[in-house]
């Protein structure tokens, strides 16, 4: 029995931390530039006036067998700045490796394309073999001079989940700025559904996300719990990551790395209620560590 309650809770985590789809992927409408330009005039309101003092809006929803979180953003990068780095499949290990569930990232050529061979495992050092090995299947399903829209798609995952998804898109807007939308979701079994539930009636129960569904008896907003809440922690993280990534861009080879881990660290350091779950030090050692066995496997790890 012990050993069960740790194995759900190792994959409560790791399924909050892979995968992503758009809603409605199906619709072209919903995915074009002249759709996504209408939803940032639509979020105007929105963007100025919100909890995260920046021009964010995060929205998450929940059906009996799947959970999506979706942020819109406006970023101070050029569009061509943010085509041109996002737009690589080697960049994307460089984001995901942010996460602190992120173990090991390597971007692979296989006979469908390109691969994203991730490993997603606890808050702490660990060994490969520990962790959970997913295989995204990356594509950059639109680029024009106007819109960017990328794809990494995980088929199948661990106890009967499937359908993880990532998906970015990006138009620019006014003033040499862009609206970015980023999404994360993934369907469960009813394998799934049971861990999660037992991840969420234990070390999960006080975690929550950004959404506030009412005021507590002191007058402080009441933050939204269980799936939706912990969804949106990491749809946030991943969103401050890419976030992250750009802002290291400009600066030398040699000093993109720290730039990138110390920005992101920051950036999640603003939501501490939400975010916060190691201090700087250990964030940072153990993330050069993973960084370094990263750069140094000539071979993903075994599946």
């Known amino acids: ?11 409560a985590i790791a399924l909050l931390c892979i995968g992503a789809r758009i809603a409605h992927a199906d619709d072209v409408d919903a995915n074009s530039a002249a759709s996504l330009r209408a939803k940032y005039d639509g979020l105007q309101n929105r963007l100025s006036h919100n909890q995260f003092q920046r021009p964010l809006y995060l929205d998450s929803s929940e059906t009996s067998d799947s959970v999506t979180g979706d942020i819109y953003a406006r970023i101070n990068y050029p569009f061509a700045t943010v ?29 469908q394309g390109a691969v994203l061979n991730v490993s997603i495992g606890k808050k702490y050092d660990e060994p490969l073999e520990k962790a959970y090995r997913v ?8 680029q024009t001079a106007n819109y960017l829209q990328v794809r990494l798609n995980a088929d199948v995952g661990p106890f009967s989940t499937r359908d993880y998804r990532i998906v970015l898109e990006a138009v620019p807007v006014e003033t ?6 980023f999404s994360y979701s993934y369907t469960y079994g009813l394998v799934g559904r049971l861990a999660l539930q037992v991840y969420l009636a234990t070390i999960g129960r ?20 269980g799936l939706r809440g912990l969804v949106e922690r990491n749809t946030m993280r991943y969103y401050l990551a890419i976030e992250a990534f750009l802002g290291a861009v400009s ?12 920005e992101w660290f920051a950036a999640i ?22 960084y370094l066995r990263q750069q140094s496997e000539l071979q993903p790890p075994p599946a």
């Not at 040499?176 to 939308?181: A, Q």
């Not at 996300?209 to 939204?224: K, M, N, Y």
């Open 1 to 11: 029995m012990k050993t069960f309650w740790a194995s759900a809770r190792f994959f």
């Open 83 to 111: 085509r041109a780095a996002l737009n690589n499949p080697g960049d994307w290990c460089d984001i995901l490796i942010l996460h602190v569930n992120t173990k090991y990232c390597r971007a692979s050529s296989g006979n």
């Open 135 to 142: 295989d995204f299947a990356y594509r950059v399903a639109a």
């Open 176 to 181: 040499g700025r862009t609206f970015i939308h």
């Open 206 to 225: 006080s975690k929550v996300g950004f959404a506030v569904v009412g005021t507590r008896s002191d007058g402080q907003p009441l933050h939204i719990g």
């Open 251 to 262: 600066a030398p080879p040699q000093e993109r790395l720290e730039k990138r881990l110390r």
């Open 269 to 290: 350091e603003r939501y501490p209620r939400q975010l916060h779950e190691m201090e700087q030090g250990e964030y940072l050692d153990m993330k050069r560590k993973e």
